[in-house]
């Protein structure tokens, strides 16, 4: 099992209860419960579909071009801000050279600000602003008939955060 993906399950309850942990996997319901987002991004002659775009920490961005007559194509390019002047990352994100029509995706697992441009757009510079924030933590609910949600997905560095509800006696 990987130290990154871990699945709380009610059929652990009675062992959690203990002060025991119990991690199960499951493939059916990693992908039921699959919480991370995927934002796609396309490229046109005019730029970037949206200018900035706000995710969670391992949340995934696709970057998707086709090719038009009279352009050369586009690319994925991580630059940094100075004033109005762009600048090259070296050693940044980038899809590679110019091409006609492709796609690229990335992960991204550090909170910051990133900023991208295509060089294919050299004479209308478009800029995409990617905000990269926490991920927010997850809270299971602790009661007589079990965990609630009774699956959560949670990645290395995810806070799980359990209440107990009170037990009702009868």
């Not at 590679?96 to 690229?104: D, P, R």
């Not at 294919?120 to 609910?141: A, D, F, N, Y």
């Amino acid at each position: 099992m990987s130290s990154a993906s871990r699945f709380f399950s009610s059929h652990s309850t009675r062992r959690f209860l203990k002060a025991r942990v119990q991690t199960e996997l499951s493939s059916s319901s990693a992908q039921h419960h699959r919480e991370r987002k995927e934002y796609v991004v396309q490229i046109t002659r005019k730029g970037f579909s949206t200018s900035a775009l706000v995710v969670n920490e391992g949340e995934t961005v696709t970057w998707k071009w086709a090719s038009y007559e009279g352009t050369t194509g586009h690319n994925v390019v991580q630059v940094s801000l100075s004033g109005n002047n762009l600048h090259v990352v070296k050693g940044g994100l980038s899809s590679g050279k110019v091409v006609g029509a492709g796609e690229y995706s990335y992960t991204f697992r550090c909170q910051g600000t990133y900023h991208f441009i295509s060089q294919g757009l050299s004479k209308r510079r478009s800029v995409l602003t990617i905000t990269v924030q926490k991920r927010p933590s997850q809270i299971v609910r602790v009661a007589d008939d079990g965990f609630h949600p009774r699956t959560l997905r949670i990645d290395a560095g995810t806070m799980v955060m359990f209440v107990w509800e009170a037990c009702t006696l009868t």
